[in-house]
């Protein structure tokens, strides 16, 4: 059974950054992708950015330029540097682990969530 639990959010000011971090337990073979979605109150989860077991990476429109995905492989950990943070940001985060489907990937695994609110 793969645990994702995330940590790093809080609140900032707008421009500020934040680092978000996800443990990953109970890693498996199968894991490919890794990825960070958000939902902000009243919207849809979203999805913000993801990475591969190949490093290769994928952005957000939305987010491309100010966030950075990265994974320590050794500690078993995703992390989600966010720069430049603007109050439409705001959201909860959430990471995700799961397998490659084709050209994407299928979500299996979804942790608790770290909430990010941006002030203007």
């Known amino acids: 059974q793969v645990q994702l639990v995330e940590s790093g959010g809080g609140s900032v000011q707008a421009g500020g950054s934040l680092r978000l971090s996800c443990a990953v337990s109970?890693?498996?073979?199968?894991?490919?992708?890794m990825a960070w979605y958000r939902q902000a109150p009243g919207k849809q989860r979203e999805f913000v950015s993801h990475?591969?077991?190949?490093?290769?990476?994928v952005y957000a429109g939305a987010v491309k330029g100010r966030f950075t995905i990265s994974k320590d492989d050794a500690k078993n950990t995703l992390y989600l540097q966010m720069d430049s943070l603007k109050p439409e940001d705001t959201a909860m985060y959430y990471c995700?682990?799961?397998?490659?489907?084709?050209?994407?990937?299928?979500?299996?695994?979804w942790g608790q969530g770290t909430q990010v609110t941006v002030s203007s």
């Open positions: 995700a682990s799961g397998r490659g489907l084709g050209s994407g990937c299928i979500y299996d695994y």
């Open positions: 109970g890693y498996t073979s199968s894991t490919h992708c």
């Open positions: 990475i591969l077991s190949d490093s290769r990476t």
